[in-house]
Structure formats: structure tokens, C-alpha cells
């Protein structure tokens, strides 16, 4: 287990932050890569001071807010057409799509914040955000916070980790 370990923090470190981002929007978008591969390794590499946090911070929210706008506009300019036309294979019906709408316009900010916060949902939150055409300034807004803690979280847990190296041992 810890080889496997050693070499995820290598690639994380051999990418650097071009490679922190690339992972977080791909992260973002609709296809389900844990945060947790890139952002803990970056964390336990911010702790050796091969990494600096600011930076980390910044690029991984900057990936972040870009796979969910990639989501958003696939959504905004595709959705709706894709679900009407193909829903009936995934079980989504026009009128499921009228709630879900209905629901997101009422409370598209919370469910953005609280989406990236959740595992799993924070991969497709951006969709009903785009079907819905929430205002892109506030969808970007609570992605970026959202979006903001996860990784910081991640961070911290990922700097425990290599400040107690000996104790994780």
C-alpha cells in the first residue's frame, strides 16, 4: 500500500501544479476522479515544502471552477435537448426535468455550495445548474467556495499526513 502511496505523491509532484489542475477539472466535470488522488498528495507535498499551499489553493480551485463550467455549458447548450431525446433510457422524463428546473431556479445557490461539498454529487451538480440557467456569476461564485473548502480540506488532511509521517507509519 505505502508503494502505491509513493507513487501517486510522485506523479502529483512530477505534474506539478499544471497536473493539480488538469486532475481537479477533469474532477469537475462528469467523469468521477476522486480529488482526494491529487489534492492529499499535494498536501503531504505542500508539508515537505516541495509544493507552495497559496498556489496549490488557487490552481486547484481554478480547475475546479473550469470542469464545472464545462459542465454548465454543456448543459445549458445541450441539456435539454439530450434529455428529451434520450431521458426515456436513463429514466428522465420531461417532467422530471420540469422539477428538477423548478427546484434548482429556487435554490440553485445552496445546492451549487452544498453539491461540491458532497461526494459523488459535486461530479454533476453543475448539470441541473446549466439546465436551469442559474446566473453564471452566482453558479461560479458558490462553485469556487464550495469547491474552495473540499480541496482545502483535502490540503490539511494531506499535510497531517506528511507532518506525521512517523505516526501514519
Known amino acids: 500500500m505505502s508503494d502505491l502511496i509513493f507513487y501517486i505523491i510522485h506523479f502529483v509532484k512530477s505534474f506539478g501544479y499544471l497536473g493539480i489542475f488538469i486532475m481537479t477539472f477533469i474532477e469537475s466535470t462528469f467523469i468521477p ?3 482526494e488522488i491529487t489534492m492529499i498528495p499535494a498536501g503531504y507535498l505542500i ?3 516541495t509544493m507552495n499551499l497559496y498556489i496549490v489553493i488557487i490552481v486547484s480551485i481554478s480547475g475546479t471552477v473550469c470542469g464545472a463550467w464545462l459542465n454548465y ?3 445549458l447548450h445541450f441539456g435539454r435537448k439530450l434529455i428529451t431525446n434520450y431521458g426515456k433510457y436513463f429514466f428522465m422524463s420531461k417532467e422530471k ?3 428538477i428546473e423548478s ?4 435554490h440553485g445557490a445552496i445546492s451549487t455550495f452544498t ?14 445548474a446549466g439546465l436551469a440557467k442559474m446566473n453564471l456569476s452566482l453558479f461560479l461564485f458558490y462553485t469556487a467556495l464550495g469547491g474552495g473548502i473540499w ?3 483535502l490540503i490539511i488532511i494531506g499535510y497531517f499526513i506528511g507532518s506525521n509521517e512517523d505516526l501514519v507509519h
Open 73 to 75: 455549458w454543456i448543459a
Open 33 to 35: 476522479l476522486p480529488a
Open 151 to 153: 480541496m482545502i480540506c
Open 47 to 49: 508539508s515537505k515544502g
Open 97 to 99: 426535468l420540469d422539477k
Open 115 to 128: 453539491g461540491r461539498l458532497i461526494p459523488g454529487v459535486r461530479h454533476y451538480i453543475s448539470f441541473p
Open 103 to 106: 427546484y434548482f431556479k429556487s
